[in-house]
């Protein structure tokens, strides 16, 4: 979305390079190789730019962190001097015994030499702040692309939920040990309280959690449906036939699937916590129960199941939210403002 963004922002953008600097392993050796590695492809790719006589004016680099470093990034702008920005910078664990600190130092070295680095988050923006001036930092909300969504209307919505008058709840979500599994029991566990309301549920995912997840959710019987992984165009067939998007969100960075779901007029409810409410507005687009409170994420799904004016007014809401506030357009005049004020430099 970033890069259709940048086209839309009238900049001629071009994919420098699919290198991978991402390492899951921390041993200087492997540091050594990604740097290795990144050496060469500068090389290839400076060379190819001076036989075709092309250079670019500035260097984009989207999310560098602990674990990847853009030494590609770093050499380049170096050889050619030419500005770098970054986009949703940030840092991982170090690990227990500080494992990864040589390589959050390498990352922040890239983050330094940036002319300009864009933060989507409070968190990415506080870890930035302890180590670069501010004026190196500017804020852009999350956004989304709705061009690049698939039409609904060109795919047939499976026909998943159980035949009724029953509420449509969707939850999308991988299922993986941590934050996603943990989202899972919450919904689970607050579906469980209200069983006696007239809902069902669809659950569109896989992963290695899956079998964890339909234990959590054994005593539903046949009112939640295990979809499995979908592609994006089932995905959204499935988003523009439900009701609400029930996805708690547990230590979400923002999570694009609420603003996704938004485009098509579906109200969430989610927890007020991390960067949710950064895509999804309390009382506007859907309904942020506080995380701390007992019971709290059942109360509001509540609300919403047996409210339908309620669930009309979110959905109106929602849609109006993803498609004027947080729109590529939006963003494409954003970084429009934030590039051209670098360029003219």
């Known amino acids: 979305m970033l890069f259709a963004a940048l086209e839309h922002a009238g900049y001629e953008v071009e994919l420098a390079s699919k290198y991978i600097s991402y390492s899951k392993r921390h041993a200087k050796e492997h540091m050594d190789a990604r740097i290795a590695g990144s050496h060469e492809e500068a090389q290839l790719i400076i060379d190819q730019w001076q036989e075709n006589g092309t250079k670019p004016d500035l260097w984009f680099c989207y999310h560098p962190y602990d674990k990847s470093p853009d030494w590609l990034g770093m050499e380049i702008c170096e050889r050619l001097n030419i500005p770098m920005i970054t986009a949703e910078p940030c840092k991982t664990g170090q690990g227990p015994n500080g494992e990864w600190v040589p390589w959050r130092k390498e990352s922040q070295r890239g983050i330094k030499m940036a002319a300009m680095n864009i933060v989507m988050t409070?968190?990415?923006?506080?870890?930035?702040?302890?180590?670069i001036d501010d004026e190196k930092v500017v804020w852009m909300p999350p956004?989304?692309?709705?061009?690049?969504?698939?039409?609904?209307?060109?795919?047939?919505a499976p026909a998943l939920w159980p035949d009724g008058d029953a509420v449509k709840l969707l939850c999308v979500g991988m299922m993986r040990p941590g934050a996603k599994l943990d989202s899972y029991k919450v919904l689970a566990?607050?579906?469980?309280?209200?069983?006696?309301?007239?809902?069902?549920?669809?659950?569109?995912g896989g992963g290695p959690g899956m079998e964890e997840v339909c234990e959590?959710?054994?005593?539903?019987?046949?009112?939640?449906?295990?979809?499995?992984?979908k592609s994006p165009e089932e995905v959204i067939s499935l988003m523009a036939e439900a009701d609400i998007l029930a996805w708690p969100g547990c230590r979400e960075a923002?999570?694009?699937?609420?603003?996704?779901?938004?485009?098509?007029?579906?109200?969430?409810?989610?927890?007020?916590?991390?960067?949710?409410?950064l895509v999804v507005e309390h009382q506007?687009?859907?309904?942020?129960?506080?995380?701390?409170?007992?019971?709290?994420y059942a109360r509001?799904?509540?609300?919403?199941?047996?409210?339908?004016?309620?669930?009309?007014?979110?959905g109106a809401g929602a849609k109006d939210f993803a498609l004027n506030e947080r729109s590529a357009t939006s963003a494409a005049e954003r970084l429009k403002t934030i590039i051209d004020e670098l360029l003219k430099d």
């Not at 939640?224 to 992984?229: D, R, S, T």
């Not at 694009?256 to 916590?273: K, S």
């Not at 506007?284 to 709290?296: F, I, Y």
């Open 300 to 314: 509001a799904l509540e609300q919403m199941i047996i409210d339908p004016k309620l669930r009309t007014n979110l």
């Open 122 to 131: 409070h968190s990415d923006k506080a870890y930035l702040s302890t180590f």
């Open 216 to 229: 959590l959710f054994s005593w539903a019987d046949k009112r939640v449906v295990f979809a499995g992984e």
């Open 254 to 277: 923002y999570g694009m699937v609420y603003l996704e779901a938004a485009c098509f007029g579906v109200p969430t409810v989610a927890l007020d916590n991390m960067g949710v409410p």
């Open 143 to 156: 956004f989304i692309d709705r061009e690049l969504l698939i039409e609904a209307n060109d795919f047939d």
């Open 284 to 296: 506007r687009t859907g309904l942020l129960a506080d995380p701390n409170e007992e019971n709290g």
């Open 189 to 204: 566990e607050s579906l469980q309280s209200i069983e006696q309301l007239n809902w069902s549920l669809v659950i569109a």
